[in-house]
């Protein structure tokens, strides 16, 4: 079985501060690891994924996360955040034999003027 | 290249009725997938598809619930008869080729009220 647990539900931040998304998960197996976003009334779109190779991995909008396999973690950074960034973020695992997704419960990221 | 398309947005109707969503996935997309997302909570698989074949659907109710793909191509979830508990934003993602690494597309969800 594998989990996905976001350890923030709601993060505040100014514009032009840095942010970090931390997100932890739990597999018996070997894992891809992703990073979903929701814009308001909006479907999820895929930010970025770690699926081998370098453990640091960028995405889209200067988006960026590390896959630490030690402490199952797959923390989601940004250096400096904008309005625009104003959305919730999910994490999510797969991996086993049917690559089912599991989705955290996700973070609501909030940037303020 | 037109994304994954669901209808209806938005759904109201009162609890007991009849509801049908429907799923346009990305040309090519074999495979397909329903998700339930509660208010504040991330997306929860109901039934997955590979092709015609529902190959998950452990999480579906099947009490009320069901699902079709009949030509391989868009899809239907139904819920008959809806409760209270169903009000949800109902997802629909495709992706490319049989095993997947979770790169989903999603369509922008069906909200369903039921009162």
């Known amino acids: 079985a594998q989990s996905v647990t976001q350890l923030d539900s709601q993060v505040p931040v100014f514009e032009e501060a840095p942010v970090e998304l931390r997100c932890n998960y739990s597999s018996s197996v070997s894992v891809y690891l992703f990073w979903y976003v929701q814009y308001p009334n909006q479907g999820l779109q895929l930010l970025l994924k770690y699926l081998s190779g370098s453990t640091l991995v960028k995405g889209i909008n200067g988006f960026e996360a590390e896959f630490n396999k030690s402490q199952t973690s797959f923390h989601l950074r940004k250096p400096s955040v904008h309005i625009s960034d104003t959305a919730e973020y999910f994490c999510a695992v797969s991996g086993g034999s049917n690559y089912k997704l599991t989705f955290g419960k996700g973070t609501l990221l909030t940037v303020n003027p | 290249e037109a994304g994954v398309v669901q209808s209806p947005r938005y759904k109201i109707i009162e609890k007991k009725q009849p509801v049908a969503f429907w799923c346009n996935p990305i040309s090519g997309h074999n495979t397909l997938y329903w998700y339930l997302q509660n208010l504040g909570q991330g997306p929860e698989l109901l039934i997955r598809?590979?092709?015609?074949?529902?190959?998950?659907d452990s999480q579906l109710p099947k009490d009320r619930f069901s699902a079709e793909r009949l030509k391989g191509v868009d899809s239907t979830l139904k819920i008959q008869p809806a409760e209270l508990g169903d009000s949800a934003v109902y997802l629909c993602?495709?992706?490319?080729?049989?095993?997947?690494?979770?790169?989903?597309?999603f369509g922008e969800g069906s909200r369903l009220t039921v009162l």
């Open positions: 993602a495709s992706s490319q080729g049989v095993a997947n690494t979770g790169e989903l597309f």
């Open positions: 598809y590979e092709n015609e074949e529902a190959v998950d």
